[in-house]
């Protein structure tokens, strides 16, 4: 069943006509919809109403009036909100994704939208998706202003192929994912995620997901304890803290985020690193519930075939594994001819449809460093859709 919330535009119409009566009272309607009081809906038929501007015409919809399109360039604002995220590298993202007017960009992690602002405030209109209601409900409520341009779905972006083409979208000219947590997740002590906060073992993204993170600590196997904390996170210490896990549910299950730090802090002291000992743990367990590589992987090999010829794919990755399966994705995708030592010749590349825009990722500069000290660890690659 594929679940969608957007937003919804109020018509903007001078003279009152029996239809726009009608799509009047239909929009009122809906608007009981709007953020904080989403529907789930399951057909193709409820994904129709609740698109802003009409099932198919995503890429077709007529220009709106001009004053309702002009592209803005005042710096983006988050309004009366409080806090959720701040975007990273996002001067690089724009000129990447190059927003403008008649252009339609999706971006497949919403947050607090941030990114889709900026986006928007250039004149694009911007499909979204994010899998955690949280985000839904705060980057609706912030992108309301332009609810004529925006859309939001919940959805995990590896679905994001069905989700579109049940919203009709046919073809893009940006794609834009920034993976990962938001800030709020690790500010929330309640969803589980920081190490740092007493909190629910949890770590679901999106929290109606079945497998918590506690579910993995209190039943998974020591191999596969160690297993996941070495292919999600590297953790050079995977056996000993799989030892340890195992050794201590035996005698009381693990419950909180700070039950499971402290006892990894205790068999692996910090010895003046800068890393809290249990951050690697905590990354594996993030990845493991969420399924954040998989994820990462079905999308990278969907999304180029959703790009116009010249339409541009951006994914910024928080770390070496993330950034290494978008590396890897690319440099096939961009590769004109494959090999393989049992062949007797190079074979001509049937994925290869992108030109890389970065042969090296891109990193934050100092000025962002200095203003937003998690953008330490972003990277950002980017590529563009060859012409047919
Ligand atoms: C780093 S934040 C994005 C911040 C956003 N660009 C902004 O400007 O605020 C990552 C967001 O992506 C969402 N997310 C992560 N993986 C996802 C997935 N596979 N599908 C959908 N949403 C995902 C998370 O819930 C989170 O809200």
Redesign the pocket.
């Known amino acids: 069943m594929l679940l969608a919330r957007a937003t919804i535009a109020s018509p903007l119409m001078t003279v009152p006509s029996l239809g726009s009566v009608l799509a009047e009272s239909w929009s009122r309607v809906l608007g009981l919809f709007q953020v904080g009081v989403w529907p789930w809906f399951g057909t193709s038929d409820a994904m129709d109403d609740l698109m802003p501007w009409g099932r198919g015409s995503l890429t077709s919809r007529p220009a709106p009036p001009s004053n309702d399109m002009e592209p803005s360039n005042e710096p983006v604002s988050t309004r009366d909100l409080p806090f ?5 590298l996002m001067q690089e993202v724009l000129d990447m994704l190059q927003p403008a007017p008649g252009k339609l960009i999706f ?11 900026a986006l928007l405030q250039k004149g694009a209109r911007v499909v979204a ?4 209601d949280a ?1 839904l409900d705060y ?1 609706g409520e912030r992108l309301k202003p332009y609810a004529d341009r925006f859309c939001a779905l919940k ?4 679905d994001f192929a069905a989700v579109l083409g049940e919203a009709g979208v046919t073809g893009l000219d940006g794609m ?7 800030s ?2 690790l500010d929330a002590a309640e969803r589980g995620f920081s190490f740092a906060k007493e909190g629910p073992l949890d770590m679901r ?1 999106n929290t109606s997901a079945p497998l918590t993170a506690a579910d993995i600590v209190n039943t998974y196997s020591q191999e596969d304890l160690e297993r996941i904390m070495r292919e999600n996170a590297e953790e050079p210490q995977a056996r000993r803290i799989a030892r340890a896990i195992v050794h201590d549910r035996e005698k009381q299950p693990f419950t909180t985020t700070l039950q499971l730090a402290e006892m990894i802090a205790r068999i692996c002291p910090q010895h003046g690193r800068k890393k809290h000992p249990a951050t690697l743990t905590f990354q594996a367990l993030r990845c493991e519930v ?1 399924q ?1 590589y998989n ?2 992987r079905e ?1 990278l090999a969907a999304a180029t075939k959703w790009l116009k010829p010249g339409g541009r794919l951006v994914v ?1 990755s ?1 770390h070496s594994i993330e950034d290494r399966i978008v590396k890897q994705a690319f440099q096939h995708q961009s590769a004109a001819f494959i090999d393989r030592p049992e062949w007797p010749e190079a074979k001509r590349n049937p994925d290869c449809t992108l030109r890389l825009l970065t042969k090296k990722p891109i990193e934050a500069g100092e000025i962002e460093l200095s203003l937003n000290p998690r953008a330490r660890s972003a990277r950002l690659r980017a590529a563009e859709r060859l012409p047919e």
């Open positions: 959720y995220h701040l975007p990273v971006d497949g992690t919403l947050g607090g939208g941030g990114h889709s602002e998706m994010d899998q955690d985000a980057a959805g995990n972006f590896r834009l994912i920034d993976i990962g947590v938001s709020h997740h993204m969420n954040e994820a990462l999308f910024i928080f």
